[in-house]
């Protein structure tokens, strides 16, 4: 795994192998970086957003970072048919850039037979695992603090 530049320099974390830049073929949100894996349908997705100003019982409280694992189902595309998914969350609060960074892996753990996801997965395909989901949340660099305007 290797070091990749996050918006524009800015922040640096270490991807998944095979982590391919969604932006290359669809439009991305300025405040997101979206990689897909090639071959299984899995995705990571880091966000800036603004800090949420909710009272701590309301709000994940922490001085850096958190880490939530999470289960849905959901259809793609306006399906029917819906799919079961294991999303990973990681949270960093940055109250001092009134920043909060999230990032989340979308890892499909069931696919529905009539869902538009259901192909065959290569037996040589590398899956990612939570160990590099936290892989990425460990590297997390901020290399340019002005990306949050101070």
């Excluded at 439009?27 to 995705?43: R, W």
Aim: proline content about 7%; hydrophobic content about 40%; some cysteine.
């Amino acid at each position: 795994m290797a070091e990749r530049t996050l918006f524009g320099g800015a922040l640096s974390a270490v991807l998944p192998p095979g982590a391919a830049d969604v932006s290359q073929i669809r439009q991305i949100p300025d405040n997101q970086e979206v990689f897909t894996h090639s071959q299984t349908d899995q995705s990571l997705i880091i966000e800036i957003l603004e800090m949420v100003q909710e009272p701590d019982e309301s709000a994940i409280k922490c001085s850096s970072a958190w880490y939530v694992l999470g289960q849905q189902n959901i259809a793609k595309y306006n399906e029917a048919a819906k799919n079961q998914i294991n999303i990973h969350m990681g949270l960093f609060r940055l109250p001092d850039f009134t920043t909060d960074i999230l990032i989340t892996f979308n890892d499909p753990v069931i696919i529905d037979p009539a869902s538009s996801s259901n192909q065959p997965v290569p037996v040589s395909a590398d899956r990612w695992m939570v160990e590099d989901f936290k892989q990425v949340l460990c590297s997390m660099k901020i290399t340019d603090p002005s990306i949050f305007g101070v």
